[in-house]
C-alpha cells in the first residue's frame, strides 16, 4: 500500500501546482464535490509527474502484482502519459483505447499489439465512479 508520508507528499505536490482545487464542482458523473484533482497539468510538471507516476508504480507492483496483468492501456485522453510512464517503467507493452473508431486511417479502436488472452491493466488519471474504465474496458 502507498505509505501516508508519500500520500501526504504527494498532496502537498499537486496542491503546490494548482492541481488540487477547493471549491464546488460538478464531475463527470453529474456528482458535486468539494474538490477537484485536476491530473491533466501534473504533466506539465515534470518533478510532480516524476512523484506521481512512483507513486502509481509502487501501488502497481504492491497492490495489483505486475505478473498479474500482460499489458498497460491508457483511457484516453488524461491516462495516457501517465500509462506510457508506468508501462516504460514496469516493462510492459503499452497500448491505448480510443473514445471512438476512426474513420481514416487502419480505423481501430486500440492502438497497439492487443493479442487474444492478453490480460490488460487499464490506467486512468483519475476515478470517481470508473465509467470512464468500464467503456475502455468494453
Known amino acids: 500500500m502507498i505509505e501516508e508520508p508519500l500520500k501526504l507528499e504527494i498532496c502537498k505536490v499537486l496542491n503546490k ?4 482545487q477547493f471549491g ?12 477537484y484533482i485536476d491530473l491533466r497539468v501534473v504533466p506539465s510538471f515534470p518533478d510532480a509527474f516524476q512523484k506521481v507516476c ?6 502497481i507492483r504492491e497492490k495489483v ?8 492501456a491508457a483511457v484516453p485522453v488524461a491516462g495516457m502519459p501517465f500509462a506510457s510512464v508506468i508501462a516504460y ?15 481514416h486511417g487502419r480505423q481501430r479502436r486500440i492502438e497497439g499489439v492487443l493479442n487474444p488472452g492478453d490480460r ?12 470512464s ?3 475502455a474496458a468494453r
Open 17 to 20: 501546482i494548482g492541481a488540487l
Open 89 to 103: 517503467d514496469l516493462k510492459k507493452p503499452f497500448i491505448y483505447v480510443r473514445k471512438g473508431v476512426r474513420l
Open 133 to 135: 474504465l468500464r467503456k
Open 65 to 72: 502484482g505486475v505478473d498479474k496483468f500482460d499489458r498497460i
Open 54 to 59: 512512483e507513486a502509481y508504480i509502487e501501488f
Open 24 to 35: 464546488t464542482f460538478k464531475l463527470t458523473s453529474g456528482k458535486i464535490s468539494p474538490y
Open 120 to 131: 490488460v491493466l487499464l490506467v486512468d488519471d483519475l476515478i470517481t465512479t470508473g465509467l
